[in-house]
C-alpha cells in the first residue's frame, strides 16, 4: 500500500523497483505521531527514503532513531571497549583542517563497505535501519549503491523459492571483514557467526526476501562449495545493473534504509584529494529472525 501523505510529506519515487525522494518534513524539529507513521509506512512500502537539504545534528538524528524504534550501541566500539555509542562516523575527516588519506589503517578498513552487505547481519538481532547525515562529500565518488532482495525473490522462479524457503544461513562478521584488514581481537570475540532465515518476510505487509550479504558465509547443511555457489547466485540476481539505485550523496541528505531487505555497498573515492563525513546511526531489529 503506497503510504498516506502526513501534512506536507510527498514521497517521490526515486527508482522503478524501491526508493523515494521525501519532502516536506523537517528531521530536526520534533516529530509527530503521524509522520513517525508516515516514515515507517513509507519504509515498509520503498525500502530506501532520501530526505533532502536537512539541517541535521546529532540530538536530532539521535531523536529520529529513537522515534523509530531501539538505537543500536555500534559494534565497533562496543566490541573493542565494551562502550555503548550509538553513533558511526563514515568517512575520512579528522577535524576542520586534517584527513585521513588513503593509506591510514581505518581508511582501509573502511573498504569493507565497498561490498555488498545488509548492516549488523552479524548480530543476533540484526538491523532494522540505518540513518545516515552527510555532513561533507567527496566531489567525486562516494556513491552509495543499493539493491532490493525484496525484488530479487520475487522474479525467482518459484522452484528457487522453494526450495530456499526453508534454509538458514550463517552470518559472520570476522569471515567478511578479515578479508580487507585485521579484526580487533576483541572485537571479533564478541561478534561469533549467527544463525538466520534466508528468506525474511515483511510483518506489515507479508511481502518476502532472501537476506545474504557479504557476512553471509555459508547455508546450514549445505558444503562449502555449494553453499558459496547458491549465495553467489543469489547475490548475482539481486544486483544485475538494472536494478541498482546510485546515490550520490549530496551534503544534507538523510537516507534511511531497510536493512530486513536491502543490500548496500559504497563506491569509494579518493581519501587523498577529498574529505568525507556522515554521521550514521541504526535502529534495532525486533527479536532474532529465528523467532519471526
Known amino acids: 500500500m503506497i503510504p498516506q501523505a502526513s501534512n506536507q510529506i510527498e514521497f517521490e519515487p526515486l527508482h522503478e523497483d524501491f526508493g523515494a525522494r521525501v519532502h516536506g518534513i523537517d528531521l530536526s524539529a520534533p516529530l509527530a505521531d503521524e509522520d513517525v507513521a508516515a516514515i515507517s509506512s513509507g519504509m515498509d512500502e520503498y525500502s530506501v527514503l532520501c530526505f533532502p537539504d536537512q539541517r541535521m545534528t546529532d540530538d536530532a538524528h539521535l531523536a529520529l532513531t529513537r522515534a523509530l524504534g531501539e538505537p543500536e550501541p555500534n559494534h565497533v566500539i562496543f566490541g573493542a571497549t565494551g562502550e555503548i555509542n550509538y553513533f558511526g562516523v563514515i568517512g575520512n575527516v579528522i577535524d576542520a583542517t586534517n584527513k585521513k588519506g588513503n593509506d591510514d589503517p581505518h581508511t582501509r578498513y573502511q573498504s569493507g563497505n565497498n561490498l555488498w552487505h545488509s548492516d549488523s547481519s552479524f548480530r543476533l538481532v540484526p538491523a532494522k535501519f540505518s540513518i545516515n547525515h552527510a555532513y561533507e562529500v567527496p566531489g567525486e565518488g562516494g556513491i552509495t549503491e543499493y539493491v532490493s532482495q525484496r525484488v530479487a525473490y520475487t522474479i525467482l522462479p518459484a522452484p528457487m523459492q522453494a526450495t530456499i ?65 547458491l549465495i553467489d547466485e543469489l547475490l548475482e540476481n539481486a544486483t544485475a545493473p538494472e536494478r541498482v539505485y546510485a546515490h550520490q550523496w549530496q551534503i544534507g541528505d538523510t537516507v534511511i534504509w531497510d536493512n530486513r531487505c536491502m543490500l548496500h555497498r559504497g563506491l569509494g573515492y579518493d581519501a587523498d584529494r577529498w574529505r568525507r563525513l556522515m554521521r550514521q546511526t541504526r535502529v534495532s531489529g525486533d527479536g532474532p529472525t529465528l523467532a519471526e
Open 165 to 229: 524457503d526453508p534454509l538458514h544461513v550463517l552470518h559472520d562478521y570476522v569471515f567478511s571483514r578479515s578479508q580487507i584488514a585485521p579484526v580487533d581481537p576483541n572485537h571479533a570475540a564478541s561478534l561469533p557467526p549467527i544463525e538466520h532465515k534466508l528468506v525474511r518476510t515483511n510483518p506489515s505487509n507479508g511481502r518476502k526476501n532472501f537476506y545474504i550479504g557479504s557476512h553471509a558465509r555459508s547455508i546450514i547443511g549445505y558444503s562449502g562449495i555449494d553453499s558459496r555457489r
